[in-house]
């Protein structure tokens, strides 16, 4: 079991400094709260653990092993590997997948997929999920302003 970060005991105003992870629309967003020093060695670890270490072996055998809310390790993209929970799985040996440490939902392939070793617990899942206060929806405009927020939190 992977406990889930709390934001407890800020005050309304307060400052908190963050990191954007994923922008899903203007009522969704991913954070993590700083520093992310942990999360990132925590990263690297897990990385070297499944593409050079014992966690290469960690293959799943079947698509059984893999059910809903079971936690696991994916690869991101060209970014290594990162600690999963599976949504669901898909046709043609897909796995849908929410990447625990960032809050982005994507599919990784079921032959890529490696059960996640215990000793990736030790921290909670860094990916908080939030909404933004007082923005408005501006009818058709939906698309063009989630693109400027990921700008805005991407500088």
Known sequence: SLEQRQVVGVRSGAHLPVQVTEVVSLDTV?????????????????????KKGEGKRGVVP????CWS??????????????RVMVKKVLEGNMVSV???????????R?????????????????????????VKDVKDMQTMAKR????VVSE
């Open 30 to 50: 991913w954070f993590c709260l700083m520093p992310v020093e942990e999360r990132d060695e925590m990263m690297e670890q897990l990385d070297h653990f499944y």
């Open 62 to 65: 079947a698509a059984e092993y």
């Open 69 to 82: 809310g079971r936690l696991m390790a994916a690869p991101y993209k060209a970014e290594g590997y990162h």
């Open 98 to 108: 929410l990447y625990l440490d960032f809050g982005t939902v994507d599919k990784a």
């Open 110 to 134: 079921l032959k890529d997929i490696r059960l996640l070793n215990k000793k990736f617990l030790k921290i909670p899942a860094q990916a908080i999920e939030g909404r933004l206060w007082g």
């Open 148 to 151: 400027r927020l990921v700008e």
